[in-house]
């Protein structure tokens, strides 16, 4: 090692060898005087060999006793030692991480969803979960459903979550569709009433086939209506009113008076990350209106028994 930090050359360096005893440090000092003139020697045979005056001065500073610490290092310890490391150093024990029970918010009746680990409590903020309906309401029918929670605030061992987003999976929607059937999509931007933008996705399925103009309207009025259905609410009551399947029940209803409908389900409701508010939709005062005076339900014929 040392001798190629030095720039022998090959030859050098087998002469260097060959003086070396391998019993350690303490002979050191009887080699290096042999090795010099076993050098001279040579260098009259072979004018390639003669030692530069660098090489020279390094051999004879290993003769007068000017042994440094790193090269009797290297001479002691010939053989590897697996005990200790490539640099020395002695290695530090990886710091322990700690448990933290996550929970739902408390629209949700605050029960713990899961748990996570961290070295520290500033590295949970923004860490999400994903949760099945199913398991959050103890309810079958929610099975399509997954809930996304994102940590906010931690006190103590405890981290608190608020909802992020709603979404169902796309395999729900293989049995709803079928033939002689449309289906309308859509997808757009909206404010809540504590000023939070959301990005919401519905889906239309009609009895039967229904011709563009329609599928058009069926679009206009649905985004009408939710946009203003959320400027009145909260977030927090906006992920509850879709849970419990109030919006949609309304929405239904709405919507049949333009086509009867099959289904109307909201396919995913979530954050904006983006926050510019582009393509941001504005309720319409009649939609504002419409909500206030909620029509009467329509009278059932009573049926005349005959004597």
Request: net charge positive.
């Amino acid at each position: 090692m040392i001798a190629g930090q030095m720039g022998f050359v090959e030859s050098e360096v087998s002469i260097l060898c060959e003086a070396l005893p391998c019993s350690g440090a303490e002979e050191f000092r009887g080699w290096a005087p042999a090795g010099l003139e076993r050098q001279k020697q040579e260098s009259s045979r072979w004018p390639s060999l003669m030692l530069t005056t660098r090489k020279r001065n390094f051999l004879q500073s290993r003769a007068n006793g000017n042994l440094f610490k790193g090269f009797t290092a290297t001479i002691e310890n010939m053989a590897p030692n697996p005990k200790k490391t490539s640099k020395g150093k002695k290695s530090s024990r990886a710091k322990k991480k700690l448990w933290f029970s996550i929970i739902s918010p408390k629209g949700f009746n605050a029960v713990s969803i899961g748990e996570t680990s961290a070295f520290e409590a500033s590295n949970l903020p923004g860490r999400a979960v994903k949760v099945n309906l199913m398991n959050l309401t103890n309810d079958p029918r929610g099975q399509h459903v997954n809930i996304t929670f994102k940590i906010d605030k931690i006190v103590g061992t405890t981290a608190e979550t608020q909802v992020f987003k709603y979404e169902i999976i796309p395999a729900h929607f293989k049995r709803l569709v079928r033939r002689n059937r449309d289906r309308v999509d859509h997808s757009f931007l909206c404010r809540t009433n504590d000023g939070i933008t959301v990005r919401v996705k519905f889906i239309l399925i009609t009895r039967f086939k229904v011709n563009k103009s329609t599928q058009s309207a069926l679009r206009k009025s649905s985004t009408d209506l939710i946009s203003a259905i959320f400027s009145k609410l909260t977030l927090e009551n906006v992920f509850k009113d879709i849970i419990f399947n109030k919006v949609q029940k309304l929405l239904r209803g709405r919507m049949a008076k333009i086509a009867p409908l099959r289904n109307f389900e909201i396919k995913v409701i979530n954050i904006d990350k983006n926050k510019r508010g582009v393509g941001l939709v504005t309720p319409s005062q009649e939609a504002l209106d419409s909500l206030e005076h909620k029509p009467a339900p329509p009278e059932r014929d009573h049926k005349v028994e005959h004597s």
